[in-house]
């Protein structure tokens, strides 16, 4: 197995080598589901988003490395303490040859306000715009923000007068009765690939976009992405030599791809955690049975620590996981600014003291309950939901698993839907790489006026959390922005907001007739890409 700071550096000085295209070249891929849309502002989701990203581009970016760099804005200056100020690139063109300019910027703020859009979370970043000029442009934030460019990575630039022409200034919903958004099957970005075809589902083909600003590494010409959602299928496309690389690759076949010919897995510790939710908004359980009439036994603190302790996390690494994950005791990985190892505790697997707070709480009998789970978008996503309704079936919980692919599963869940859940799993990295991106996000309470908690599916709510996101978000004291951070994490794992479960490893597969980085957040982008 290669370590991920070697396969960072072989890939880097393999492209480097190659930075101009010599000649046609090929590269097939595939990931066990599909791209969500082909809108950027329709789907908040680490594989959609990454894959857009060779259509699309932000301000800001992140390389191989994931050090920030600068994309369509050459620079930026925080010139007052509630102003952003970004400079634009020149001479940068959309696909279709339109001029790139800060008005561009402006409407694309705007379109993601709109009620489709997933992208809430960015938008409630920004209070108004000013377009100074076609080159410049500033964004006036509600508060104080230094770490502004940080969160700003996943938030792409569309064409305004292209979105205009065809009737695509709102962005597509993912909760469904959207697919007729022209967004949503057709791309006009200014990145290095453009979108030649699409087939959703089936087959998405890229290919160069000569015009494009940078000088690449990659020396591909036509990218061909297919989705495989069956394991074995996905595996034995990569071994035949069908693509060139897939992910993710079952830890079970790691010792195949090492003894087989002309291949070889990519691994590493990913910066995702994989966790449990709960519905602790509604009065009663929108899937519960007799047993909680009236009632929504999730919002008393003693059922969420008797879930807690009634799974075996140490079993999950070693019989589905085949000892390749983390165990948490916190929302964010290792490799997150702000994590505190002190903090990454558990409570012992303890099914008797499961079962007490269950009596403690009125449940002895226990209560029946729908799991919503992805089953196409984490490693071993619905083998994990599968195990731990097993295991919370031994202190009296009937778990109903509703398992789908990621399409219907996040259309079902999201805001969009008006979060369709009472109980599900769902994985995350921050894409900030920064602990605030996780309080903000996922475990402050959300519909208040910051318009945060965008992603709190289960809306967990305690407004010390919101009040220390937003002192985090502005504080420039280190030390003091850590306490904060810490005082937050603290408070959520003492009410048990949620159930972290693991971070998930990165589990690629390759041909050796190709270069590539592999990137912790486990976004592929094909500017790394070299075929040998």
């Known amino acids: 197995m290669r370590s991920i700071t070697k ?22 891929f595939a990931f ?75 409407f694309s703020v705007e379109r993601i306000k709109t009620e489709g859009s997933d992208m809430k979370v960015v938008a409630a970043l920004i209070d108004k715009v000013k377009v100074i000029d076609d080159h410049t442009i500033e964004f006036h934030t509600p508060a104080p923000n230094p770490i502004m460019p940080l969160q700003l990575e996943i938030f792409y630039i569309m064409d305004k007068e292209w979105s205009e022409e065809n009737k695509t200034t709102e962005a597509t919903s993912v909760a469904g009765g959207d697919e007729g958004n022209f967004a949503n ?111 929504n036994p999730f919002k008393d603190v003693r059922v969420r620590k008797a879930f807690m302790q009634a799974i075996d996390i140490e079993a999950i690494k070693k019989k589905i996981m085949r000892g390749s994950a983390t165990p948490a005791g916190l929302m964010i990985a290792p490799q997150i600014n702000g994590f505190t190892e002190g903090q990454n505790t558990r409570p012992d697997h303890d099914v008797a003291a499961a079962k007490k707070l269950m009596e403690d709480a009125g449940y002895g009998d226990g209560f029946e309950v729908t799991m919503d789970c992805p089953n196409d978008r984490y490693v071993n996503d619905e083998k994990i939901c599968q195990a731990s309704a097993s295991m919370l079936a031994k202190i009296g919980v009937k778990v109903n698993l509703l398992a789908q692919t990621k399409s219907k599963y996040f259309g079902k869940v999201l805001a969009q839907n008006e979060y369709d859940t009472d109980f599900f799993l769902l994985g995350w990295t921050p894409s900030t790489f920064d602990a605030h991106n996780v309080l903000s996000a996922l475990m402050s309470c959300r519909g208040g006026e910051d318009n945060i908690g965008a992603f709190n599916l289960g809306g967990y709510c305690n407004p010390k959390i919101n009040e220390l996101t937003a002192k985090v978000q502005s504080e420039t004291d280190q030390d003091k922005r850590q306490a904060m951070i810490e005082e937050a994490f603290q408070i959520h794992s003492d009410e048990v907001g949620h159930i972290p479960l693991h971070q998930q490893p990165l589990s690629w597969g390759v041909s050796d007739k190709v270069d590539v980085i592999q990137r912790p957040d486990n976004v592929f982008d094909l500017r790394s890409a070299v075929v040998k």
């Open 7 to 28: 396969t960072l550096t072989a890939a880097f000085l393999g492209s480097a080598m190659l930075a101009a295209p010599a000649s046609a070249k090929e590269f097939k």
């Open 32 to 106: 066990q589901g599909d791209a969500g849309t082909m809108d950027p502002h329709g789907l908040f989701e680490t594989f959609t988003l990454g894959f857009q990203r060779n259509i699309y581009e932000g301000l800001v970016a992140r390389d191989g490395n994931m050090a920030m760099t600068g994309a369509l804005a050459e620079s930026w200056e925080n010139t007052s303490p509630k102003v952003w100020t970004f400079n634009l690139r020149k001479g940068v063109k959309f696909h279709n040859g339109n001029d790139f300019t800060a008005d561009d910027v402006a």
């Open 185 to 295: 099957l057709n791309a006009n970005g200014t990145g290095p690939f453009k979108l030649e075809s699409r087939q959703s589902g089936v087959k998405t083909v890229l290919v160069r976009n000569d015009d494009h600003w940078e000088d690449i590494d990659s020396n591909v010409t036509k990218a061909i992405f297919t989705p495989i959602d069956q394991d074995a299928t996905r595996v034995a496309a990569l071994i035949s030599g069908d693509v060139d690389l897939a992910w993710p690759i079952p830890v079970q076949d790691w010792n195949r791809l090492e003894s087989a010919d002309g291949v070889k897995p990519l691994t590493g510790p990913e910066a995702r955690t994989i966790f449990l939710g709960f519905n602790q908004t509604d009065d009663e359980l929108k899937t519960g049975g007799d047993a909680t009439k009236g009632k």
